[in-house]
């Protein structure tokens, strides 16, 4: 394998392990203990949101395991990026917010307006004073608000600003006291997920800061700018929300007879020559090469009634409705790197499809994280007990 994975953010191998199997059972057993934190941390809080989402009649309100997960969200992205927010310049922000729609219209636009999000999105990101005012009872809200306007900006938060609008809706129903209570909790919650995660998560992500260190500021004044410098902390909030998940989407997948594996394209052996077959719903492997990895998941699974589909990039993730193409009795496995994970699996529940998750064991897109790039691939050990019945996920649901 390229000498380049010495510049991987995070591989699920460590040191000189065959597979990621260690990893999985790390992740399981940490991923208890950091839903009984969390419910120790807000357990008023997610009790009280939880109690409120039900009387406001949410269209495909959240089950428990989401809100435990949320709050955490809260909790890592406002202590990651709190003083950016606030400190932002807020005419350029309101340009980067434009474009991030205009964007999102037709791909003939992307192309013309994402040159001019880079320059935006690393101003803000790189040149927002850093405000040191503390969080008190008066401005809870007014910075909650500031946070979800600056991640909406960025548009790589797009799921997790959902989220959050719910949640700022749910604060400004309560008193001044309440909400900051709130968020504080979200806060300490938050301090010690990052120390902790460290310790048990730390040693597949030890790549990450060097990554920022330098290839990261590489991709500034791209469009890419902030996807490629998130933290290392939500590298591992990322996992473990993967996991978390997992377990709450579990039952619901399992009552699916039709189940399709979406991977990226990273995990194609060579993208520039590959003759899957395109179809409304992404790229539909057709095992020309016994080598590439995504022609091995097509191979496991032909016995099956599953198709493998190979996706670009995570924004064409749903961009059909697959409840349209497939009925509504469809289930999908989303094999992705870290980052995208929490984003996509609360993407497909918006949706009514129940997701399950694999991570790819590597980086390896050229896109972002490679320069050559490097096929990538999963553990297939994982996979399959993602889509057996009698899955390890069993045990939380």
């Known amino acids: 394998m390229s ?47 939880y109690e409120y989402m039900q009387l406001d009649n949410y269209e495909a309100s959240p089950n428990k395991m989401e809100i435990l997960l949320e709050f955490l969200v809260i909790g890592v992205l406002y202590r990651s990026y709190f003083k950016i927010a606030v400190g932002a310049n807020k005419v350029i922000e309101s340009c980067l917010d434009r474009l991030t729609e205009l964007r999102q219209v037709n791909g003939f636009l992307k192309k013309l307006v994402d ?47 959902i989220i959050m609008e719910r949640w700022y809706d749910f604060l400004a129903a309560k008193s001044a006291v309440k909400r900051f209570i709130y968020i504080e909790q979200s806060l300490e919650l938050a301090n010690w997920f990052m120390d902790s995660s460290k310790k048990v998560l730390g040693k597949y992500t030890k790549n990450v800061e060097s990554f920022l260190g330098k290839e990261g500021r590489e991709h500034y004044w791209s469009e890419d700018v902030i996807f490629c410098n998130r933290k290392r902390v939500e590298y591992h909030l990322n996992m473990v929300g993967a996991e978390i998940l997992n377990r709450a989407y579990r039952e619901d997948f399992n009552k699916k007879d039709k189940k399709i594996i979406i991977v990226p394209a990273c995990m194609r052996i060579k993208s520039s020559s590959c003759p899957a077959e395109k179809t409304p719903f992404g790229y539909r492997c057709v095992c020309c090469n016994n080598e590439c990895n995504v022609s091995h998941l097509k191979s496991s699974s032909k016995d099956t009634d599953i198709t493998v589909y190979i996706v670009s990039h995570e924004s064409m993730l749903f961009k059909n ?28 529940r918006g949706m009514n499809i129940p997701a399950q998750c694999v991570l790819l064991d590597y980086c390896g897109c050229k896109n972002h994280w490679d320069k050559y790039g490097i096929p990538t691939d999963i553990n297939q050990e994982e996979l399959r007990q993602v889509l057996a019945a009698g899955s390890r996920y069993w045990k939380a649901v």
């Open 321 to 348: 409705d697959a409840n349209n193409m497939f009925g509504k009795n469809v289930g999908i496995v989303g094999i992705a790197c870290p980052l995208h994970l929490i984003s996509g699996g609360w993407k497909s």
């Open 115 to 161: 040159p001019l999000r880079g320059i935006l999105a690393t101003i803000l990101y790189q040149y927002s004073n850093k405000y040191e005012e503390v969080l008190s009872e008066s401005n809870t809200l007014k910075y909650f608000q500031r946070l979800i306007k600056w991640l909406a900006a960025n548009g790589e938060f797009s799921q997790e600003v």
């Open 3 to 49: 000498n380049s994975l010495n510049i991987n953010t995070y591989s699920l191998k460590f040191n000189t392990e065959k597979n990621s199997n260690n990893y999985y059972d790390e992740i399981s057993n940490y991923t208890d203990t950091v839903l009984t934190k969390i419910d120790e941390f807000g357990s008023e809080a997610i009790n009280d949101y």
